[in-house]
């Protein structure tokens, strides 16, 4: 319950995944660390013995009996065996992945059936609240224009499958234009923020993208617009890449830690 202490368990310890367990370490988020998963468990080991608060390294199903709240910081595939057994197991799931909830609608249905929650995270994006307050009413049309150094789409199966190589690009190129659906299968790594507004929004069938590689770019910049009978949303994001992964912006895991502490909390904000 709100203001109640959480018992989490983190699955992943990347970039996302750490910054999560040293918010809770230091007590920005009011919460217990009872447990790490990951599929690198020595890197997992060393990172938990540098924690105040050292949690214990163990397998997915032992994390999901110690938590209440399990954290999903690893990526689309591995969700696709953490989400079932975290839900059929009765237990709250945040999802940093969010581009596999397109592929996976039965997920919602299996949380209600198991009286448990999914949280998703507004993400590398701003302005999802206005998206849910827009989408009450008559929307017309919603689009998201990414913008990111070469650097962090490299390697993504849509450029590796039509051999588009960013990293040769001398100009700011229009590399992907489509819908959120089409994005998430051909930029897993790097979308989730057009999977988070599509499922805010209007879905992924009519939520569009534009994906742009700049050799000149710097900051991971996302605008986002919304047209409707409400009239028209337009909201700007640059975000820095964070040290240790360029497809991961800083605001992506600052954004996953707003959320748990508003967990904790008596008071919520915004919509």
């Known amino acids: 319950m709100p203001g109640q202490p959480r018992h989490i368990g983190i699955v992943g310890c990347g970039t996302i995944g750490r910054a999560i367990a040293r918010a809770i370490d230091d007590g920005t988020v009011i919460a217990r660390l009872v447990a790490l998963h990951s599929r690198d468990e020595e890197k997992a080991r060393a990172f938990a013995a540098s924690l105040q608060q050292a949690p214990p390294v163990v397998s ?127 930029f897993p790594a790097n979308v989730n923020v057009a999977a988070a507004l599509s499922l805010a929004g209007v879905g992924p069938e009519r939520t569009r993208i534009r994906i742009i590689a700049d050799p000149q770019c710097t900051r991971n910049t996302h605008d986002i617009e919304v047209v409707g009978e409400f009239g028209r949303l337009v909201a700007h994001v640059e975000n820095v890449p964070s040290e240790t992964n360029p497809r991961t912006g800083k605001l992506s895991y600052l954004s996953a830690i707003a959320l748990l502490k508003e967990l904790t909390q008596p008071v919520r904000y915004g919509t």
Do not use: N
């Open 60 to 186: 997915l199903d032992e994390l999901i009996a110690r938590a209440d709240l399990v954290v999903e910081a690893a990526t689309q595939a591995a969700l696709a065996t953490i989400a079932p057994r975290t839900l059929s197991a009765g237990k709250d799931l945040m999802v940093l992945s969010v581009g596999a909830l397109l592929e996976h609608p039965e997920w919602p249905q299996l949380a209600a059936r198991h009286g448990c929650r999914l949280y998703v995270p507004s993400g590398a994006i701003v302005g999802l609240d206005g998206v849910k307050g827009a989408c009450v009413g008559q929307v017309a049309s919603v689009t998201i224009t990414t913008r990111k150094p070469p650097r962090g789409l490299a390697g993504a199966p849509y450029l590796v499958a039509h051999g588009i190589d960013v990293l040769a690009l001398q100009e700011a190129t229009v590399v992907f234009e489509g819908t959120a659906r089409e994005a998430c299968k051909g």
